[in-house]
């Protein structure tokens, strides 16, 4: 029966200690999760919330190196941000120089692609682009210090900015 009684209490702790470290997601309404929209610098996206210590990712490569990953394709194709691995490494595998970045390709009117640009300093140390479904907003994660990663954000307005002139 002590037994019974001590394992009975042990949950109610666990379970009390869960509750307590929980966050509260009632602030996280409306579009956005109720984040204020950024300008044209990226901002962190739902700071303690989606951007957090406790995150994986994977990717999809489509170059033949693995370097380029982790594609967008705008929905009416008209242009592709992509994840670029520009890392160096010594023969024992630690890196020497060189970041991850975003870049972009935009599709000309006959079909064919543009050569990608790199997106910029802005967009230095990130990857995981995606833009969201009202296209208003390009989300991506970017290391900071201490090798953390956050979702950070930042207006569309930013793709068309970056498009060449004809």
């Known amino acids: 029966m002590k037994k019974l009684i001590y394992i009975c209490c042990l949950l109610l702790a666990a379970g009390q200690t869960i509750h ?5 997601f009632s602030k996280l309404t409306g579009p956005y999760l109720g984040q204020k929209p950024p300008g044209m610098t990226p901002e962190i996206f739902a700071p303690g919330v989606v ?18 990953y982790c ?33 972009i390709s935009y599709r000309n009117s006959d079909g064919t692609w543009l050569e990608a640009i790199d997106m910029g300093p802005l967009f230095a140390n990130t990857r995981f ?3 969201s ?34």
């Open 129 to 131: 682009p995606s833009v």
């Open 51 to 68: 951007s957090s210590e406790h995150q994986e990712h994977s990717s999809l490569a489509f170059s033949p190196d693995g370097r380029e």
């Open 133 to 166: 479904p009202d296209g208003k907003y390009l989300f991506f994660t970017k290391f900071t210090e201490g090798s953390r990663e956050d979702f950070y954000w930042v207006d569309a307005k930013i793709i068309k900015a970056l498009m060449p002139k004809k």
């Open 71 to 103: 594609p967008f394709i705008a929905p009416d194709e008209s242009f592709l941000i992509f994840s670029r691995d520009c890392r160096r490494f010594d023969s024992e595998g630690k890196t020497i120089g060189g970041d991850k970045k975003l870049m």
């Open 20 to 24: 307590t470290q929980q966050t509260d």
